[in-house]
């Protein structure tokens, strides 16, 4: 087995530790702590469990208040996840699989709950006194931001390093 089937094994690994911590920690929240919508539970100074239900993406966008738009997000956020896991399939540096192997578990995470709620279960509550520097968000969530960061992060700070390297160590086509 080649090092970057290696890598893609380890990706796809992460995906699935990532798509069942978060599972069971929605089954953890809704069904062990039986919280509802609505439902608080203090854990620290700055953290606390708080349920809410995400009918829309991102930061409350584009809601899926009938059962077409419910669909459509299932949909395209499926497609993201397929065009996630073709990247990762094509992809060689580990560093780039890890980041989208974490935007590919947490993806699967919240499309599963969209097909079978219809919304996405939030839970996470970071806050300082009452400034929230996030909306309320999962395991799932913090995976997706995670990943992009780290896709964004290798884009802007390490191709250009990794191909000067390169074109540095590659010999002078004249030399040959």
Not at 23 to 42: C, I, N, S
Not at 94 to 112: D, P, S, T
Not at 113 to 128: M, N, P, Q, S, T
Request: proline residues 2%; without cysteine; aromatic residues 14%.
């Amino acid at each position: 087995m080649n090092k970057a089937m290696k890598y893609r094994l380890i990706g796809f690994a992460i995906a699935i530790a990532l798509f069942l911590a978060d599972q069971a920690m929605k089954f953890y929240v809704t069904q062990t702590l039986a919280m509802k919508r609505g439902d608080v539970v203090e854990l620290l100074p700055f953290f606390d469990f708080r349920m809410t239900y995400n009918f829309g993406i991102s930061l409350g966008m584009f809601q899926a208040d009938s059962m077409e738009m419910r669909w459509l997000l299932v949909g395209v956020t499926s497609l993201i996840a397929l065009v996630v896991t073709i990247w990762m399939l094509r992809e060689k540096v580990l560093g780039e699989i890890v980041g989208l192997a974490l935007i590919l578990g947490g993806a699967l995470g919240n499309i599963r709950d969209r097909y079978e709620f219809g919304y996405v279960i939030d839970y996470a509550d970071l806050h300082f006194g009452e400034f929230r520097p996030f909306l309320i968000f999962n395991i799932a969530d913090a995976a997706i931001t995670i990943g992009v960061l780290i896709i964004l992060a290798r884009a802007f700070f390490l191709r250009d390093k990794e191909e000067t390297s390169q074109t540095e160590t590659a010999p002078d086509a004249a030399e040959s």
